[in-house]
């Protein structure tokens, strides 16, 4: 186990941190696999050991929603191991030798996301359709980024989404977005035209795209922000969760990191379980856990609905004027 060297950090960073204290608390709640375990075992569990050692010993037929971030085609240090970037063949025989055992653990009615980035996301898709239904391709907006002298900026990464089978859960109507009017028609009759709201304020709810657009990335003022190097947004987990799953379903993640898919879940009423060889990590999911227990709500999703980035605050602000 290794702590994170202590950073000098600004008077308003919220960035969530653990100490050696307790980690020594929060990692009794861990599991260690090393017989075949039911269902029930694993529910609300976080699992502290290496995926190959405990892939033979999950259930069938357990996972509702399977969401998997990996570890993208790069070179990455994650606390105290690392990843090292492979020639395309050899990242694709990678993502098979884990997907392909995971194949019998997932619902015939599941859905299954992946993430990558532009390097490694044909290399999912390629794996990913041997099992699977290719249903779409989600590519969002990291707004986070330096700059290339010469290349283009990279901005966005992929998340595919596969079903095991033709029927599937698609709640379409758990993740509309409010988006403001910039031009607010009227019908006939003087009435606002699929829009709510007066002048400058106007909204409308509309239908999610495969571009998402509105994701922030965690930073240093937000509360769900960790030290974990790939860390992605409650917010875009929620849209994958509500949209795919049901309450009291399973979400599953073989790669867990800080917890970002085990917290949302429990925020949404959703059973949780997933993976994570570093006990730093596993333990400061332990601790988001708990947290959750505190403040269900997640940045960005409000009232039912999601908000485009940074109009959340300001739309609230005018309705209390």
């Not at 269902?39 to 892939?55: C, G, M, R, W």
């Not at 790069?74 to 492979?86: A, I, Y």
């Not at 998340?159 to 409010?178: A, L, Q, R």
């Not at 856990?289 to 999601?306: P, R, T």
């Amino acid at each position: 186990m290794q702590e994170f060297p202590a950073k000098k950090r600004a008077p308003y960073n919220r960035t969530l941190t653990i100490s050696n204290k307790e980690i020594n608390f929060y990692k009794k709640n861990l599991l260690n696999i090393s017989s075949p375990i039911s269902a029930d075992k694993i529910k609300n569990k976080i699992i502290n050991q290496d995926l190959f050692e405990v892939l033979e010993f999950l259930p069938d037929n357990f996972i509702d929603l399977l969401f998997i971030d990996p570890p993208y085609n790069l070179d990455k240090k994650f606390n105290l191991t690392s990843f090292k970037e492979m020639d395309p063949a050899s990242y694709e025989n990678w993502l098979d030798s884990w997907l392909n055992k995971m194949v019998r653990m997932i619902k015939p009615e599941a859905s299954i996301y992946i993430c990558g980035d532009w390097k490694s996301s044909s290399s999912i898709f390629n794996i990913g359709r041997k099992y699977f239904k290719a249903q779409n391709r989600i590519t969002w907006e990291r707004e986070k980024g330096r700059g290339a002298k010469k290349n283009w900026k990279n901005c966005s990464e992929d998340i595919w989404f596969f079903t095991k089978s033709d029927k599937f859960t698609f709640n379409i109507d758990d993740v509309k977005m409010k988006r403001k009017v910039l031009a607010p028609y009227k019908d006939s009759d003087g009435n606002p035209k699929d829009w709510e709201g007066k002048g400058k304020e106007s909204f409308r709810i509309t239908h999610p795209s495969n571009l998402w657009t509105d994701i922030t990335v965690p930073f240093w003022s937000m509360p769900e922000n960790t030290d974990h190097p790939t860390q992605k947004p409650e917010k875009l987990v929620a849209k994958i969760i509500l949209a795919s799953s049901n309450k009291g379903d399973m979400v599953f993640d073989p790669f867990i990191g800080s917890g970002t898919t085990a917290v949302t879940a429990k925020k949404l009423g959703r059973n949780y379980s997933g993976i994570e060889k570093d006990e730093f990590f596993s333990c400061l999911t332990e601790k988001r856990l708990m947290l959750a227990d505190e403040n269900k709500s997640i940045q960005g999703y409000d009232d039912g609905v999601f908000w485009e980035r940074n109009t959340l605050m300001e739309q609230k602000k005018k309705n209390h004027k």
